[in-house]
Structures are given as C-alpha cells and as structure tokens.
C-alpha cells in the first residue's frame, strides 16, 4: 500500500474514532439489525395481510412502515450476513440482511416489497443504507443459497398484494430446498440501489439484479425508469449496516463511498453521497 493510500485509511479510520471508540452500542450492527424490538410476539404475516386486505398503495406502506418501527418483521432478518471482497490488493467486508425486507415473523412470513421513497424512510430510521450495484454482484456471488428469480408479463396489477403474494409463495418453495434457512439468500429480487444517476432524477429509484443462475448475467440492468413512488412484486430492500472494514480498519460506509479511491471497492459508478440520495424530501410515499 502507498503513502498516500495510508494516510487516506489513516484519516478516515481517524473520522470514525470518536464515533466508534466508547460507544459499543454501534458495534452489534456488524452483527445484528439495530431495530426495535416488539413489545409483544410478532405478528405473523398472515395477520398482517389481513390489515392490508383492499387497501390502497398509499395505505398499505403506512401501515407496513409502521409495523416495521415496532418491530413486526422475522428475527432471523436481525442477525447480518458479512460480505467480503478481494480487490486491489485490499480486502474490504460490509454487512447485509440475509434476506430482503419481509413482515410477519419467523414462522409465517412474507417478503415486502416497498418503494424507494419508503425505503429512504426506513434506512433514516434504522441507521442503515441499501446497496450499490456493485455491491449487490458481491452478495450474489457470496450468497450460500442462490434463488432463481421468476419473472411476471408486464400488468397493472404488479403493485398488488396478490402478485406479492403469489411472488412469495413461488420463492419459499425454492427456499425450502435447502435445510437452512438463515443463510445468505439472493437472485430472487430486484434490488433498489443507490445510484449516480440518481442526481439528475433525484424523483426516479434505481433498480438492480434479478440474477440469472444459468446464464449468470442479470435480468434487470441497472434502470431509473420508474419513479422513487412506485413498487412492484419483483421488488426487494436488502438493508446494509453503516460500517464497512477495510484491511482490517473499520469505517464509515457513508465516508468510504464518498472516498476517491477506496469507493471503487463498493462501486462501479466512483463515489456516491449516501446522505444525498437517502434524503427524503417528499413526506408522502407510494402510489398506485
């Protein structure tokens, strides 16, 4: 490593110090989803579906949002998955979900999807950030069960719970092929991604992925056509902790993806400003 590259891990493991020296509580995120707790049992997704029974986009989010802060999400989501990567000459690791986002509770679950504008409300709540495209290749090739990705003609009923549901129904049946269910999982969703591109169409969302296990190129290129309000059934928020390691040191994700050199390590597209495409503006969120 040069003196340059020394002094830059120096000076950004130096801007993280005072965050991580004395304040363990930051620590369990490398392990473990810092979100709440529920008070009581979570609900299964069967009595959460029920809630959500002809409700509108709009409607749904919110409640959905809402069970999210109290807790009403599968404890094995909570234990993170580490993710390494070997790349000039430097090792980096970040942590993610095993999974993408689902409601309800280890024993009766459902994969959620949800829109880019209640995704940024999410990581700000959680402290957490979503992948770069990058970043999502990683996981795919770390991902101890690989899913194949089902795919639906092009309708005005992809926003619906039924095809959610429909969608979830296929992807457990590939999941209960495997004994182990707490595993790394991956190819069965679109990704929502950060992306540069999203700086001149900060009202669009970026979508990724849908790996292809035969071919093994992706179904989706990376695509900000659809607006940050819309959701579908192919849809899939993978959360990332806010801490990465690199050679050893660790650091703050925002600060190494805003790095001119050690960004090339989580993305493809040179630095990216997590806090500006995170920001939320609109208070509003989806729509149908």
């Known amino acids: 490593m040069g003196r340059y590259s020394q002094f830059a891990l120096a000076f950004l493991s130096f801007c993280t110090c005072s965050i991580v020296q004395g304040q363990s509580a930051f620590m369990p995120q490398l392990k473990s989803l810092p979100a709440p707790l529920p008070t009581e049992q979570s609900l299964s997704a069967t009595t959460i579906l029920a809630m959500l029974e002809d409700k509108n986009v709009i409607e749904r989010e919110k409640i959905v949002l809402e069970l999210l802060s109290l807790g009403h999400f599968p404890q094995r989501l909570r234990s993170l998955k580490k993710v390494t990567v070997e790349e000039q000459k430097r090792k980096i690791s970040f942590w993610v979900m095993p999974d993408y986002l689902a409601i309800g509770n280890d024993a009766d679950e459902m994969l959620m999807p949800l829109s880019f504008s209640s995704a940024r409300l999410l990581t700000q709540s959680w402290g957490f950030a979503l992948p770069t495209r990058k970043m999502v290749d990683a996981i795919y090739k770390s991902a101890e069960r690989k899913i194949w990705p089902r795919t639906y003609p092009p309708s005005p009923e992809m926003n619906s719970m039924e095809f959610a549901r429909d969608h979830n129904r296929w992807i457990e049946g590939q999941r209960y092929l495997f004994p182990e269910q707490d595993v790394l999982t991956a190819g069965h969703k679109k990704d929502v991604v950060l992306s540069k591109r999203l700086y001149q169409r900060h009202n669009r969302q970026a979508i990724y992925g849908w790996n292809n296990i035969r071919a093994g190129e992706t179904i989706q290129p990376l695509s900000i056509w659809h607006g940050e309000k819309?959701?579908?059934?192919?849809?899939?928020?993978?959360?990332?902790?806010?801490?990465?390691?690199?050679?050893?040191?660790?650091?703050?994700?925002?600060?190494?993806?805003?790095?001119?050199?050690?960004?090339?390590?989580?993305?493809?597209?040179?630095?990216?400003?997590?806090?500006?495409?995170?920001?939320?503006?609109?208070?509003?969120?989806?729509?149908?």
């Open 230 to 288: 819309y959701v579908d059934y192919s849809h899939g928020l993978r959360m990332v902790a806010p801490w990465v390691e690199i050679d050893g040191v660790l650091v703050s994700l925002k600060q190494a993806l805003m790095h001119e050199e050690y960004s090339s390590l989580l993305s493809d597209e040179g630095p990216l400003d997590i806090d500006r495409l995170l920001r939320h503006t609109d208070h509003s969120i989806a729509h149908n």
